[in-house]
T-cell receptor, first 115, second 112 residues
């Protein structure tokens, strides 16, 4: 158990809908990262937040947004869902903000299926 | 461009050693990581190596780093059926600000 929690574990929804994925980082970690794992693209970095502020952005679509709250939990919002958004979404956390020298611990993931 | 390469499959017999190889592209990567993903589960950090090291040993795991060739390997000694999983190599280029770049993963199958 990494200490990172994600809810829900599974999510099934329809195209055009909007969903929210939630992540709680390990105790003491200030950075939260979101990754998407799909069969075609593999594991891709989406976005990082550090202590409530956006720190780095990767291949995140404009239909997707995230935020980190004062209690450090984070939410990833996915809107106007398409079939291709079906994937496993991971949250990771680390202590600091300099991601390239930080060890990231991953949650169990949320499996999203868009029908 | 940024690309981490791994072979997709590896099959070994229980008790043998497994060696999973990875090549990365960014020589600025400060740390290189190995993660394990079991079926239906999340990513578990197995080990990592700092870029100024050549080797790191952690119980049954040995990581070798060849910076000149940008080659990373993970050796699992005395491989067990419980080691069957997908193993991901990841690099963290300096300046990426948190962007872990993953390989596609190597699926390790351990036969009894």
């Amino acid at each position: 158990d990494s200490g990172v929690t994600q809810t829900p574990k599974h999510l099934i929804t329809a195209t055009g809908q909007r969903v929210t994925l939630r992540c709680s980082p390990r105790s003491g970690d200030l950075s939260v990262y979101w990754y998407q794992q799909s069969l075609d693209q593999g594991l891709q970095f989406l976005i990082q937040y550090y202590n409530g502020e956006e720190r780095a952005k990767g291949n995140i679509l404009e239909r997707f947004s995230a935020q980190q709250f004062p209690d450090l939990h984070s939410e990833l919002n996915l809107s106007s869902l398409e079939l291709g958004d079906s994937a496993l979404y991971f949250c990771a956390s680390s202590v600091g903000k300099t991601g390239s020298s930080e060890t990231q611990y991953f949650g169990p993931g949320t499996r999203l299926l868009v029908l | 461009g940024e690309d981490v390469e791994q072979s997709l499959f590896l099959s070994v017999r229980e008790g043998d050693s497994s060696v999973i190889n990875c090549t990365y592209t960014d020589s600025s990567s400060t740390y290189l990581y190995w993660y394990k993903q079991e079926p239906g589960a999340g990513l578990q950090l197995l080990t990592y190596i700092f870029s100024n090291m050549d080797m790191k040993q952690d119980q049954r795991l040995t990581v070798l780093l060849n910076k000149k060739d940008k080659h990373l390997s993970l050796r699992i000694a005395d491989t067990q059926t419980g080691d069957s999983a997908i193993y991901f190599c990841a690099e963290s280029p300096w300046g990426s600000q948190g962007n872990l770049i993953f390989g596609k993963g190597t699926k390790l199958s351990v036969k009894p």
